[in-house]
């Protein structure tokens, strides 16, 4: 009995970390998608301002699109690490 729950609980850590692994995916093509849909506008902006002469806005302002780990993928990763420490091997 005990190894059955042992069975369940790790399947549910892979499940847990293969959803996480799934939003992260998901999380980069959206904010892909974001600076696809943003980057013409840019542009134009800074054509814009060149030709005006005015300095640029867009050049002092940096957006970048770090990976960050969501709340859930680190409470997934740190209960991975325990389950290898503490695991009987």
């Given at each position: 009995m005990a190894q059955q729950a042992q069975d369940v609980q790790g399947l549910l850590q892979a499940g847990g970390l293969e959803r996480g692994v799934e939003q992260a995916q998901l999380e980069a093509a959206r904010q892909t998608k974001v600076q696809d849909i943003t980057d013409p506008y840019q542009r134009l902006s800074f054509v814009s301002d060149i030709q005006r002469g005015a300095p640029s806005t867009q050049t002092t302002v940096s957006q970048g699109f770090a990976?960050?780990?969501?709340?859930?993928?680190?409470?997934?990763?740190?209960?991975?690490?325990?389950?290898?420490?503490?695991?009987p091997r």
């Open positions: 990976p960050t780990a969501s709340p859930f993928a680190q409470a997934v990763g740190t209960g991975i690490g325990a389950y290898a420490a503490l695991a």
